[in-house]
């Protein structure tokens, strides 16, 4: 009698473990189906671990003091007469400017210079200024780099006349003014602009 009552607890005890994992098995697929259904019915949400982006590399500078470097090229391949012309400058040699660097800037269709980065200085205002010496040049040809937020100035004295470039330090696109086609116009038959008074030319009393 004891046995008989014993046995059949036992079996109502595993009776009812079989139907909590029954149960389990059960929500567990429910659960599973569930999480399908809502990936399959909006593809943005999926159902995976949480993968954190990584972050973008870091822009390599370029090395100025090795090998050849164009500053800019000339978009316009006639600029005879014009007083602007749109140019095109690489932005990763813009933003590497260093003591010793050399860059070239084709200043006509035909004719190049490069310049040598030989100082630099924070100007008034906090900008950063670069000096630069035109290779190969005389001392009345020279470079003046002015950098700002957005933009950078340039300003090129060379055999080949003289330019000021405007540049959008991120794009690179800018445009270039010569200087002398501005005076050209200004000042067409080259008149000193500066009126000298007649007594003054007359030979003055010893």
């Not at 697929?29 to 972050?55: D, G, I, R, Y």
């Not at 400017?97 to 006509?108: L, Y």
């Not at 670069?130 to 470079?143: A, Y």
């Amino acid at each position: 009698m004891g046995c008989s009552e014993s046995t059949d607890k036992a079996e109502v005890k595993s009776t009812a473990s079989d139907v909590s994992k029954v149960s389990t098995e059960q929500t567990e697929s429910q659960a599973s189906q569930q999480s399908k259904k809502l990936s399959e019915n909006n593809p943005k949400v999926v159902v995976t671990e949480e993968v954190f982006p990584e972050p973008p590399a870091s822009k390599k500078g370029v090395d100025l003091t090795k090998g050849q470097h164009q500053l800019w090229q000339l978009l316009d391949t006639d600029i005879e007469n014009k007083e602007t012309y749109a140019i095109q400058a690489d932005p990763a040699v813009l933003s590497s400017f260093a003591i010793d660097g050399v860059v070239t800037m084709q200043v006509t269709p035909d004719h190049s210079v490069s310049a040598k980065l030989v100082e630099t200085y924070n100007g008034d205002m906090g900008e950063m200024v670069w000096k630069g010496e035109i290779v190969d040049g005389d001392n009345t040809e020279s470079m003046l780099v002015t950098e700002g937020e957005r933009t950078t100035i340039i300003s090129l004295a060379t055999r080949y006349g003289n330019q000021t470039i405007v540049v959008d330090k991120k794009t690179g696109k800018g445009r270039a003014t010569s200087e002398d086609e501005i005076a050209q116009r200004q000042n067409p038959k080259h008149v000193d602009a500066i009126p000298v008074k007649d007594d003054l030319l007359k030979p003055q009393p010893k």
